[in-house]
């Protein structure tokens, strides 16, 4: 149900293109916001450009690499010049490489580096790009996807949980020196959602998954969507540094 809180408001989402991301650029855009798009993949963020320009907002849609700080820098003056000052961050870009899960004792190096930058460099190069201009009008809300692998240290995969907790932790600095300024910066940590990532396992893989999670389901992109959205609003103004888990009591 949209509840306008975010009327006339510019709202970055890094990773917008599918998951997670699409889901909250959507939500977000259904509550008011200007949504600027960023991902990698041109052809699906382009049509999630659409879908946001047919619910009556402004949208700009930029394919570019988020762990390539030229890049980024391009896609944030883009944005500005498009839609204005940017009033809220989500920085979606993330994986965790499932496919090349290992024990760390056969630990692959040059994963964990693709995981550092992925999850956690994405994350600080373009928060960087918002901070300076949040902190000189005195309001702002960043919001960053962590993962619960950060909180319990999921098995085999010890690189993404690293780089995961890097987010909380860069998170609750970033809230401390920009309290003063009214700019919050929060984190979301969703346990398994039903993504392109969850959809490719194994059926007896999933119901495992099911039977371990108290609610009894996986969780839905609109799930962490709606945490995000608190998190962007108005309604969180006096709470930063936190880490919300969204995981059905996991
Ligand atoms: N799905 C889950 O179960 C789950 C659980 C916990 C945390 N997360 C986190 O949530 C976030 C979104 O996950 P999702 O499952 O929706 O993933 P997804 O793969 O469906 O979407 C991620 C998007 O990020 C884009 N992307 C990836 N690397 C990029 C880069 N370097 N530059 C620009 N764009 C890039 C991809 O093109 C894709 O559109 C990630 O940070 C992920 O780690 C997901």
Redesign the pocket.
Known sequence: MPTHMLQHKVAVI?????????TTALRLAEDGAHIGL????AN??AEVCEEVRKLGREAIAIP?????AVDVGSAFKQVREALGPIDILV??????SRNRMTDFAAANLETFDFLI???LK?CVLCSHQVVPDMKARGSGKIVN?????AVNGSPRSWD?AAA?AGVIGFTRAVARELAPFRVTVNAV??????????DEMPKNVIDSIIADIPMGR??Q?ED?ANAILFFASSQSDYITGQTLLVNGGH
């Open positions: 890094t990773g917008s293109a599918n998951g997670i991301g699409r960023l991902d990698f993949d699906a963020v570019l690499d988020c762990t390539d920085n979606g870009v993330g994986q965790s930058a992925v999850n994405s996807i962590a993962s619960e692998s993404y995961k940590a969703p346990g398994p959602i039903r993504t392109r990532a969850i996986i969780g992109p962490v």
